[in-house]
Nanobody, 122 residues
Framework: QVQLVESGGGLVQAGGSLRLSCAASGRTFSSYAMGWFRQAPGKEREFVAD????????NYRDSVKGRFTISRDNVKNTVYLQMNSLKPEDTAVYYCAVDPSSSYYVRSPGYWGQGTQVTVSS
């Protein structure tokens, strides 16, 4: 039924860029907040960014502000994460999420993707 599929991860050198995509199917998420989380080996999953239902409001963790940009295309039912000036500490599995209880912020994700690996080498 509902699926979120991430893509766009890979291996990149420090200072490089990647663009992650999360394509949703089985349900339209145009009324809900969507976001990105990440989890490094041995670490807890952490919030990266989220975006409101119409793309009018975004939030980022401090460590990625100015480097990452979240966006969404509700026609395509897809959310993106443009990552620039990547650092080794950005290395993690990145997961997209949808909060069906909120239109503005992802606080209680109801759906998760399988994740896509991002590795930043020094």
């Amino acid at each position: 039924q509902v699926q979120l599929v991430e893509s766009g991860g890979g291996l990149v050198q420090a200072g490089g860029s990647l663009r992650l995509s999360c394509a949703a199917s089985g349900r339209t998420f145009s009324s809900y907040a969507m976001g990105w989380f990440r989890q490094a080996p041995g670490k807890e999953r952490e919030f990266v960014a989220d975006i409101s239902w119409n793309g009018g409001s975004t939030n980022y963790r401090d460590s990625v502000k100015g480097r990452f940009t979240i966006s969404r295309d509700n026609v395509k039912n897809t959310v993106y994460l443009q990552m620039n000036s990547l650092k080794p500490e950005d290395t993690a599995v990145y997961y997209c999420a949808v909060d069906p209880s909120s239109s503005y912020y992802v606080r209680s994700p109801g759906y998760w993707g399988q994740g896509t690996q991002v590795t930043v080498s020094s």
